[in-house]
């Protein structure tokens, strides 16, 4: 199987007089396997995050299911934020807890009720200055991952043509972007039939897909397992790289640039060890509209579509920790 390197994209290289290169570069990793690594973020300290990572699943299971999302927990009103615990009969065999950001809105009354500003769900817990320093550290990563993908949005634009605010302007104001701390115990006993590849049997802690929305910033520390899909079907094993998240694209960042930029199948395979990652989803405001496109595409902008019902939408149909919620529907595209 080849294992050819990722790029590597050092966002300190962005101030200074290699930018332009260094966006032609990006757009060239977005148009071969639309997975590469970013490092120089700055303020970005892995063992920290580790450290908090660990901090919160340590927690009692009677805790974080306090926290859970409705459909694991009855007695809680959280629908899109929230903790969701492992499923041994799906696909994907992972907990998980999604966070959402704490800046203040600039209209709280206009998205009052709406899921996507669904305010982030505080475990209860005796260790109280654990979580205040959890609380602390996960308000300071979400602002650090939002700049750096503010800046790859930026290179982004200029490598293909376009002004460096075209995409950044989707976000403001009020972006719905989630942090989301995963932790993937290994599976246990009998593997049911959901949990292995069909394409090459191997066994599953998450199913192979492509990202719905905008960009995919996750950070793996050592833990080996996830792989992207090549052109030719095979799969690569992706390395981890100390100091750096992997970036991936998902389907409307595709979409926009007219399908010149890949969202690429990966999937997370079972190596026995317990693994912990954290991806951080950029995504714009609920109210942007996705119907842009850039001088790359080729193409006329068509008719307006809005991300927000269009995301849930997609959640909806391709992830069980979303699946069979009662969300509004107004919520949900037709």
């Not at 306090?66 to 009855?74: D, Q, T, V, Y």
């Not at 669904?118 to 990563?141: A, M, Y």
């Not at 290994?186 to 192979?208: M, N, W, Y």
């Amino acid at each position: 199987m080849s294992c050819d390197p990722l790029p590597v994209i050092d966002l300190r290289q962005a101030a200074g007089p290699g930018r332009a290169h260094l966006a032609s570069r990006l757009v060239a990793a977005l148009q071969t396997d639309g997975f590469f690594y970013v490092e120089g973020i700055d303020g970005y300290d892995e063992h920290e995050l580790m450290t908090y990572t660990r901090w919160f699943f340590n927690l009692p299971d009677d805790v974080k299911m306090g926290i859970a999302r409705k459909k694991f927990n009855e007695k809680t009103n959280f629908l899109y934020r929230g903790y969701f615990p492992v499923d041994k009969t799906d696909s994907s065999h992972k907990e998980g807890y999604d966070l959402a950001s704490l800046e203040p809105l600039s209209d709280p009354e206009k998205v009052k009720g709406n899921i996507f500003y669904e305010p982030t769900p505080w475990p209860e817990t005796s260790d109280t200055e654990g979580l205040r320093k959890f609380q602390e550290f996960s308000v300071r990563f979400y602002g650090l991952m939002t700049a750096a993908g503010m800046t790859l949005l930026g290179l982004a634009a200029e490598g293909c043509g376009a002004p460096s605010d075209k995409l950044v302007n989707l976000f403001r104001p009020d972006p719905v972007s989630t942090l989301r701390y995963l932790h993937y115990p290994p599976r246990q006993g009998d593997i049911p039939a959901s949990a292995r590849d069909p394409t090459d049997d191997a066994v599953l802690l998450c199913a192979a897909h492509h990202d719905s929305g905008f960009v995919t910033m996750v950070s793996t520390f050592e833990y080996e397992g996830l792989e992207l899909q090549r052109a030719d079907g095979s799969w690569m094993p992706v390395p981890c790289r100390s100091g750096a998240v992997v970036v991936n694209i998902g389907d409307m960042l595709s979409t926009i640039s007219g399908g010149k930029w890949k969202a690429t199948n990966h999937r997370v395979i079972d190596h026995g060890v317990n693994r912990f990652s954290v991806p951080f989803f950029l995504e714009p405001r609920y109210t942007a509209n996705m119907s842009v496109r850039l001088p790359c595409s080729g193409q006329a902008e068509p008719a307006e579509v809005s991300y927000g019902p269009w995301a849930i939408t997609k959640m909806i149909n391709n992830f069980y920790e979303f699946k069979d919620i009662p969300y509004p529907k107004s919520l949900v595209a037709e």
